[in-house]
C-alpha cells in the first residue's frame, strides 16, 4: 500500500489525558499537512512540514499541540491535557515537490474525548 | 467572509443521471488552484479533481468535471452517470499563493455538500 497511513484509526480518552497520532505520508513526499475535522464541517488547516521543518502553523494549534517530523519521513501529532473539544477527525496529508502539487489524504485518526 | 462557500448542504440524484455541486471562492491572489475531493462515509478525502487558476480549460478527469468561471469565481463539479457508489460528501478547496513564493500550500475547505444517489 502506498498511500498516505495513520495510526490509529479510532483513540478514545478521558479528559486529561495526552495522546499521539501518528501520520506515515506517500513514500518521498517531502510536505506533510496536518489539519482537523469536526463533525459537520470541512477540514481546517493546523501546521505543515516540509521535511523536517514545522513551517506553518494555524492558530487553532494551541500550546497543548505539538507535532513534528524528525527525519522528515512519519510524523506526529500529540495533545496534551485532552479537552472534550478536541474530539475530531485528525487528518493528515503529503504531497511532492511544489506547494501547487495534489495533497493526498490519509484515512484520518477519530479522537472521542469523553 | 467565507473563502469557500458551498450552498448545497445536501443533493440528491438518480442513478446515471449527471449532477452539478456548486462551490463559489473568495481570493484577490491571482495565483491559487481549487481542488474537489470526496469523502466516503468511512471519512477518508478522495483526491477527484483540480484546477488551477490559470487554466485556459476546465479540467475533466473521467466522469468528474470542473466548471470553471473565473469572473464569477465558480468552480462547480459536475459528475455524469452517477453510480451508487458516488454517495458521499464533497467539498471543495482553495490553495491561495504564488508558486515558489510563501505559500506553503495549505488548502481552505468549504463546508461540504452531501450527495444521495438513489437507483
Known amino acids: 500500500d502506498t498511500g498516505v497511513s495513520q495510526n490509529p484509526r479510532h483513540k478514545i480518552t478521558k479528559r486529561g489525558q495526552n495522546v499521539t497520532f501518528r501520520c506515515d505520508p506517500i513514500s518521498e513526499h517531502n510536505r506533510l499537512y496536518w489539519y482537523r475535522q469536526t463533525l459537520g464541517q470541512g477540514p481546517e488547516f493546523l501546521t505543515y512540514f516540509q521535511n523536517e521543518a514545522q513551517l506553518e502553523k494555524s492558530r487553532l494549534l494551541s500550546d497543548r499541540f505539538s507535532a513534528e517530523r524528525p527525519k522528515g519521513s512519519f510524523s506526529t501529532l500529540e495533545i496534551q491535557r485532552t479537552e472534550q473539544g478536541d474530539s475530531a477527525m485528525y487528518l493528515c496529508a503529503s504531497s511532492l515537490g511544489l506547494a501547487a502539487n495534489t495533497q493526498y489524504f490519509g484515512p484520518g485518526t477519530r479522537l472521542t474525548v469523553l | 467572509a467565507q473563502k469557500i462557500t458551498q450552498t448545497q448542504p445536501g443533493m440528491f440524484v438518480q442513478e446515471k443521471e449527471a449532477v452539478t455541486l456548486d462551490c463559489t471562492y473568495d481570493?484577490?491572489?491571482?495565483?491559487?488552484?481549487l481542488f474537489w475531493y470526496k469523502q466516503p462515509s468511512s471519512g477518508e478525502m478522495i483526491f477527484l479533481i483540480y484546477?488551477?487558476?490559470?487554466?485556459?480549460q476546465n479540467a475533466t478527469e473521467g466522469r468528474y468535471s470542473l466548471n470553471f468561471q473565473k469572473a464569477r469565481k465558480s468552480a462547480n463539479l459536475v459528475i455524469s452517470a452517477s453510480q451508487l457508489g458516488d454517495s458521499a460528501m464533497y467539498f471543495c478547496a482553495m490553495r491561495e499563493g504564488s508558486l515558489g513564493g510563501t505559500s506553503y500550500g495549505k488548502l481552505t475547505f468549504g463546508q461540504g455538500t452531501i450527495l444521495t444517489v438513489h437507483p
Open positions: 481570493t484577490s491572489d491571482p495565483s491559487y488552484g
Open positions: 484546477q488551477g487558476s490559470y487554466d485556459q
